[in-house]
Every structure is written in C-alpha cells, then in structure tokens.
C-alpha cells in the first residue's frame, strides 16, 4: 500500500501541509535505505556492502550552512533559510496594513530593517538607525524629529553605537517609519540581530589637533561596502567594529570584534608603546585649560573655555598637543599614510615570512575580539595594516567569520569564540588567504600610539585644529532628547556651526565648527533648552542602556535609576576627578558595564518575600589607557540600598586614595574581598 500527498501536486509551489509531507516522505526514504547502496571501502574502492564502506554515497546529503548541518543549527538560522530578514518587505507591508504584531520568527527578521518588535515590555516597535561615524547633518536630524513625533513616542535616544533609536511606533506606522528613514539619506538595514553593526568612529575625527588619522572615510567606506554586499547579512551573530584615530574622544574600539586603532611608525623610533605616559591625566588637562571645581554648584566646570580663556590658555590645541611623549604633527610635518618609500622598520610578512619594509608613515593595527559582555577587551592581533588597505582587510575578517562561526549555539557565536577555539594566529592565516596583498606583522613597541583620550572629554567646548572653529560636547542624560530638542539642536547646528552634528559612543551629541564668536550663544541656547555644555564629575560619565521600560530582557529601569544615582551623588559626593558609571538591565551589557569606574548590572532581588529590582556592582573598568574588565565585588543589591552604598564607597576611596589616583586604579590594587570588608566597614 502507497502514501499519496494529503492533495494534489499542482501550481507552481507547494502549500506548507505538502512541504511537511515532503520532508517526512524523504526523511522515511533515507530511514529505510530505499537508495541503492555504494559505498567506500578503506582501500578508496567502491563497495555495494554497507559494512565495508560506511555512508551511502548515493543518498542525498543533509542541507549544510557552511557546513553544519541544518539539523543541528539554530532556529534562527532555519528562520533565515526559510525567509531572509532582508527578503522580508511584504510582510512588513502585510504587518501594517493589518497593524498587527509580528510572531516570533518575523520579530527576528523584521530587526534586518532595523525594526524591534518590544512586547511586552512595549506593545509596539523601536526603530534604530545606521549612522556611520555618527555623523550627522541638522536636516537629517529634523527628519529624526519628525518621525519621532509623527510615528513614535516625540523621544529619541542617543546609544553606546553613536546611534539613534526612536520607540513606540505602532506597526500601522513601521512602513511609514522606513520609507521616511531612507527619504533623510539615512537606513535600519542590518542594525540588528545576526549583521554588522553601525560602524563607529572618533567623534571628534577632522576636527581634533590630537588625533593621528581622520578615521571618517573609512567608516563610511565600510558601511556602503557591507550595504551593497548581501553576504554580509548572513553572520552567525553580531559584529562590532570601529575606527580609532587617536582624538581626544575615546571611541571605546576594544570593546568591538574589530578595533583598528591608528598608530604612528617613525624613521627613527625615539618611542615605545610601553613607555606611554598615561600620567597625563584629566587633572593636567584642566589644570592647562583653567578648570574649577568650585565654579558652579550644580554645574562644575570642565575643560570648557571661554573664548578669553582659549586664547590665553597656555595648551592652545590649535597649535601643539601631545600624542604619547612627541609633539603632535598638528605642530610639524604631518607623517604620510602608511605605505609610502623611505628609511622604515622590519616587518614581516604573513602570507611568506618575508621581511617587509615598514616606511614611517600613519598605519593601523587590529585588536580582536572585544566583546565586554563575556568579560573581554580586544586584544592586539600583531598585525599593521595600511590604511589603503582596510577595508579590504575588515571585509576578508568578516568573512571568515562568516564561514566559520558557530551557527549550532547562539551563546558561541561571537568573534571571541572563534577565536578562542582557533587562536589569533590561525584567524589571520585564513584572513590571509582572501587577501592579495600580505598581511604584516610588525611588533607593538615599535608603533607610537595614541595618547590617552580625555576623560569626559566628549561635554564641554574645545578648540578645533580648523582656526577659529570650536566644537561644543553637549550634556543629553542618558542620551534622551524630546522632538523639541532635537529641532532646537538642528537649528543650533545650522546657524551657528556648519550643520553637521556628531554623535558619539557616550551617549552624548557634539555641535562642531562653531566659531568663536558664537560659542557663548550656543552655551546659552543650550541651557535654554534644558541641555548644558558642563556637567559634574558623575554626570558626565553616566551610560545607561533603554531598561525594562522599553526592553523585556531587563530587570530594572536602568535610565530613570541612573538620573536618580548621579543626583543623590552629586548632592553628597565632591570628586576631584571624573568617574564614569554604567548602568545595564541585563547580562547582555548594553551598557558594557563591566568597562564603568562602576558598574550596575540589573537582577531582581528578593525582598522580605518580594521580587524588587536591583543590581550587582562591578568596580575598576575602563577602556583606552585605563582598559581592564570590572570586578564584580557586591551582588543583589536593591537599588533602595545602591545609593547609600555607593556614596559610601566614593568617600572611602577619596579617604584612602594615593595622591591623584583614580577610582579605578584605586579599586584594581585591591582584592575583592578586601574591596568588601573595606566598603562595608
């Protein structure tokens, strides 16, 4: 007796019972060996007997996603087979002519649109953007405001990606959302789930006397690159990457998968990267810009200038700044990119061995696998790359990644694991093989580095190498701004800057080309609108991720309890010295906790009997020349407590601190257990 299909063969395609049908149909055929039998025997000869020539050749073989079998893979990964997120329109269009909620699998593929479903945390979706380098033009930004106020909830927030997320667009709108997006010059694509995400650069590139390299082209170049390449939608998890230029802003690279970081190789090393003078702290750079303290009550001063103050400064960036123990090239002759002739240093070729001639001249070089969720910062991968050659060096990185990911465990499936499963070394070889140039490996003492970033460098008002020109860091709590301020801080842009904004990874917004002139203007304008161009020590480092208002994997209102930390520490607490602190909602670090002078990481908490939100607390994180991953030293602590606790371990650590050491530094000399005993005493 026959099976026969539950109906008839016809049409063009196969309704979803037929499919089910099918595969169970197949699955019996394999089961029952109907494929006659050839095999290979252990002498390389083919064999009709099962027993001496193990799988059957003849039998059609599972489905592969860079060779892991389909069985084994992951639901999202059968999700992208069935549908791709990018092939996904007619079901977004579906979604909003019938304004319904999309299911689990449509919720993962609408996030390659830059669209997320919230439930239940909101019964609606949050847009997010990219923004390459976190550039912005004032136009833009009112086309941001405008789809804010038509669509969402008349908010936007500023992310730890330079990025703008826009909430509480109900799907009747999404379509809306989109199509008024790409109308701005601006996209969602691949902002979520399994892509790469927007690619960060240094806020302050092309404006900064610091900075080594303006980093901006090739952030650009790399997102129209990944934009107008499919395959690059196909990852088996996120990827991070950013372009560090050496400005005075840090743009936390090592926390990304890929971090190029510009160095300097001169014809006469008189520098070693081991020698870097990280003394130079935030406290000499106010004590050279006329920093106070006391100035202000609610507000005291950062190194923002007055124009008075600029000019009589005596560290006038325009003219000389510090990269490492060297005078800046914005005081010389600027050195050439990478890549040119003359007298150089040893490298070596990885494709051969062979010795390569490193001219003096701007590089990049490449740390790996951040990713401070997992507790790590990237690390060094050895190598010098041109920065001619960059792009094609991310691309071929991002491609093996691809190809070699883990697409079996979600929890695996990041660049670290690969990396930890393979080592660097490997990675780069089979980075090599898609490269037609080699990769070279040049020794990290060798390379004069970026000088330390300024802390909180990204709020106050600084002098730009453009004569004249000043750009203004301003103060966004927790990188929240209405409808209304985002139209006041466009026009802001245009008439009294160039009418371009830069949004950085501090959850903050920079105003730049504003001339002298109008520099006390744009401060007052700013206080108006309910924003500042100053903050107190605590404020200015203070990162929140959206927390359980607005996402479902959070346990605690992460940003409504960060303003509320950073005004009970302000009222008790005088720092001497900026602290950043970092709030997240949940082990998937958002907020890279783990990198904070103080970290938060949201848990319930029991109670008396009763479920209330809370934190872990991890102390001594940093990036850049104070890079380290946090110690968690308290756990499930409600946040009813967490005020208390923390102002008592600020006075201690004023108390006991060495002369100008900082928290984190303070925290690292120190054991866990004797972090407790003392906050505790």
């Keep these: 007796m026959t099976s026969s299909p539950p109906e008839a063969l016809s049409g063009a395609s196969f309704t979803a019972e037929q499919k089910e049908y099918l595969a169970g149909f197949m699955a019996g055929v394999a089961q029952r060996q109907l494929y006659p039998y050839v095999g290979e025997a252990a002498n ?26 389909l069985s084994d893979c992951t639901k999202q990964e059968s ?37 997320f479903y919230v439930a239940p945390a909101q019964n609606s979706f949050m847009l997010r953007c990219r923004i390459p380098a976190g550039e912005l033009t004032a136009a833009q930004l009112l086309g941001l405001a405008d789809i804010a106020e038509e669509f969402g909830n008349k908010k936007a927030a500023i992310t730890t990606r330079s990025n703008i997320q826009i909430r509480e667009i109900a799907p009747k709108h999404i379509i809306h959302a989109l199509t008024r997006l790409q109308q701005i010059g601006l996209t969602g694509k691949g902002s979520g789930v399994d892509n790469v995400r927007n690619i960060t650069a240094t806020p302050t590139a092309g404006i900064d006397p610091q900075e080594l390299l303006d980093v901006r082209p090739f952030a650009h170049a790399l997102h129209h690159y990944i934009l107008n390449h499919r395959d690059l939608y196909d990852l088996p998890r996120k990827f991070n990457v950013a372009f560090e230029g050496g400005g005075s802003v840090d743009t936390v690279a090592d926390t990304n998968d890929i971090g190029f970081m510009a160095v300097a190789v001169r014809p006469r090393p008189s520098f070693s990267c ?9 406290d000499e750079h106010e004590d050279e810009k006329g920093g106070n303290d006391g100035a202000s009550e609610s507000f005291p001063l950062t190194p923002a200038l007055s124009p008075g103050e600029r000019e009589n400064s005596s560290q006038s960036l325009g003219e000389t700044s510090v990269v490492g123990n060297l005078e800046s090239r914005t005081s010389g002759s600027p050195l050439p990119l990478g890549g040119g002739e003359g007298q150089g240093e040893g490298g070596a070729s990885l494709r051969d061995a062979s010795p390569v001639s490193v001219a003096p001249g701007i590089y990049f070089r490449v740390e790996l696998a951040g990713i401070t969720g997992h507790k790590q910062l990237a690390q060094d991968s050895g190598i010098l790359v041109k920065p001619n050659e960059v792009l094609a060096v991310a691309v071929a990185m991002i491609r093996v990644f691809i190809e070699h990911g883990d697409r079996a465990d979600r929890k695996k499936a990041r660049l670290k694991y690969l990396i930890d499963k393979w080592g660097i070394p490997k990675f780069l070889e089979t980075t090599q093989r898609k490269l037609t140039f080699p990769l070279v490996k040049f020794p990290l003492e060798q390379c004069e580095r970026r000088s330390p970033a300024l802390r909180h460098g990204h709020i106050g008002v600084y002098r730009q190498k453009q004569k004249g020109k000043n750009y203004i860091g301003v103060v966004v709590p927790v990188g929240v701004m209405t409808a209304k301020q985002i139209r006041r801080l466009a026009d ?5 800057g160039s009418s371009q904004l830069r949004l950085t990874p501090w959850q903050n917004l920079l105003i730049p080309d504003v001339p002298d002139a109008f520099v006390e203007t744009v401060k007052r304008s700013l206080v108006r609108m309910g924003f500042h161009y100053e903050a107190t020590h605590v404020a200015g480092g203070l990162v929140a991720c959206t927390g359980n208002t607005g996402c479902k994997w959070s346990s605690t209102d992460t940003k409504g309890h960060a303003i509320a930390l950073a005004k009970y520490l302000e009222s008790r607490v005088k720092l001497d010295q900026p602290i950043n602190i ?8 958002c907020a890279q906790h783990y990198i904070g002078d103080i970290g938060l990481q949201g848990v319930k908490v029991n109670v008396s009997g009763a479920s209330v939100e809370g934190y872990n607390l991890v102390f001594g994180g940093g990036t850049g020349a104070q890079a380290g991953i946090g110690m968690e030293v308290f756990k499930g602590i409600s946040f009813s407590e967490v005020p208390g606790l923390l102002e008592r371990v600020l006075k201690i650590y004023l108390a006991r601190r060495q002369s100008g050491e900082s928290f984190a530094a303070f925290t690292r000399r120190h054991e866990v257990k004797a972090l407790q005993e003392m906050f505790c005493e």
Aim: net charge negative.
């Design 492 to 496: 802001l842009a245009g008439n009294y």
């Design 274 to 282: 081991s020698n870097v003078d990280e003394s130079r702290t935030r």
């Design 79 to 115: 999700w992208k087979r069935e549908l791709h997120g990018l092939d996904a329109w007619d079901r977004l269009l579906e979604h909003a002519e019938e304004n319904k909620s999309p299911d689990e699998a449509d919720t993962f593929r609408f996030r390659y649109h830059g669209l």
């Design 44 to 69: 390389g000869q083919l064999t009709a007997d099962p027993a001496q020539g193990g799988a059957n050749l003849a039998a059609p073989k599972e489905e592969t996603i860079f060779g892991t079998p």
């Design 582 to 589: 970092h709030l997240t909602g949940c082990p998937n670090s």
